[in-house]
């Protein structure tokens, strides 16, 4: 799962012993998945566990791991090398912004998979994007288009034509596609 190694543990350690009222440090990665995939450290406090969370005991301290973040956090390092400056924490999570996708996987992760290796290509020669807001109960993908889609034309015709069909064929769990883009904003519109 995630390495942390001495040295990081070290540094953390260090760093919670100044804090009253933290447990240990949570680790979890906002946007997983997507281009925008940052992973995250934080101190973790009573209201910070979540009821899914993994917890792990390390030597010095607790670390409690984001539940949905897993499997965007498999083979990430955190570590900790000084230099002149005092000394830097890092964290490579190879598989932040792409995970591995298998017919086991999530039904967001597979549809985020899909936007991000198949769709967004595509779009990014009109300065256009899609991402996923949610998945509904009835397997509907909501969707939302940004940059040049946003507002554009024939943004029904990508989404009927390109996105929806290229999901549902690769993903045939999902019920449907639906936007949630407000295309009255045309500033950025490609057509």
């Known amino acids: 799962m995630v390495t942390i190694t001495e040295s990081a543990q070290d540094y953390l350690a260090e760093l919670l012993s100044k804090q009253e009222d933290a447990l240990g440090v949570r680790i979890f990665i906002n946007q997983p998945g997507t281009p925008r995939a940052e992973t995250c450290i934080a101190y973790c406090r009573k209201d910070d566990v979540h009821e899914d969370d993994q917890q792990e005991e390390l030597p010095k301290f607790k670390v409690w791991y984001e539940v949905k973040s897993l499997p965007f956090l498999e083979d990430a390092l955190v570590d900790y090398a000084k230099d002149r ?32 290796n198949e769709v967004n290509p595509a779009l ?65 519109a490609y057509y």
Not at 99 to 105: F, G, H, L, M, T
Not at 106 to 116: A, F, T
């Open 85 to 116: 400056m005092g000394g830097q924490l890092t964290i490579k999570a190879p598989n932040a912004k792409l995970p591995r996708v298998d017919d086991n996987s999530s039904l967001e992760d597979r549809v985020n998979y899909v936007l991000y």
């Open 124 to 188: 990014a020669a009109h300065g256009g994007e899609v991402s996923l807001v949610e998945i509904t109960e009835k397997s509907v993908a909501i969707l939302q288009f940004g940059g040049g889609c946003q507002g554009c034309s024939a943004v029904d015709q990508t989404l009927k034509g390109g996105v929806e069909k290229t999901l549902l064929e690769q993903i045939p769990q999902l019920t449907g596609v639906a936007d949630t883009t407000d295309h009255s904003d045309t500033s950025q």
